[in-house]
């Protein structure tokens, strides 16, 4: 797992963005309502407000992503994909379905194995 994700973010390196702005991507591109506030793009990628400013202000620097007011409230401001930013994700994305592809089989025994243990797989729920 720890070698994916290295090869991760050697990918993004290699496409002229750092990792957390590929984190950052992912999250505005996957919200499912639309594009994300700050406020949830931060919950998504469990990091505080003020760090996903600064991320943000650097993607937004680099061309990759726009803030919006909201349209339905102006104190809220939504961040979109540029074009930019949307081709770097697609490419990126391309090379990691490839490369799960590769390794997958290596990673689905790992996964079974994680998931049998004491205190893996899936939280516990209260009842």
């Known amino acids: 797992m720890r070698q994916f994700l290295y090869w991760s973010e050697q990918q993004a390196l290699d496409a002229g963005i750092t990792p957390a702005q590929h984190q950052l991507l992912l999250a505005v591109?996957?919200?499912?309502?639309?594009?994300?506030?700050?406020?949830?793009?931060?919950?998504?990628?469990l990091l505080r407000h003020?760090?996903?400013?600064?991320?943000?202000?650097r993607?937004?620097?680099?061309g990759l992503v726009v803030r919006k007011a909201d349209k339905d409230s102006q104190r809220n401001v939504r961040v979109h994909l540029t074009a930019k930013g949307a081709r770097r994700l697609a490419k990126?994305?391309?090379?990691?379905?490839?490369?799960?592809?590769?390794?997958g089989p290596d990673l689905l025994p790992t996964w079974s194995t994680a998931r049998r243990r004491p205190g893996g797989g899936r939280a516990k729920t209260g009842a």
């Open 29 to 45: 591109r996957g919200h499912a309502a639309g594009p994300p506030t700050i406020s949830e793009v931060a919950g998504h990628l």
């Open 50 to 57: 003020h760090s996903v400013v600064g991320l943000i202000d």
């Open 59 to 62: 993607a937004e620097k680099a």
């Open 92 to 103: 990126l994305a391309g090379a990691h379905i490839d490369e799960l592809q590769r390794v």
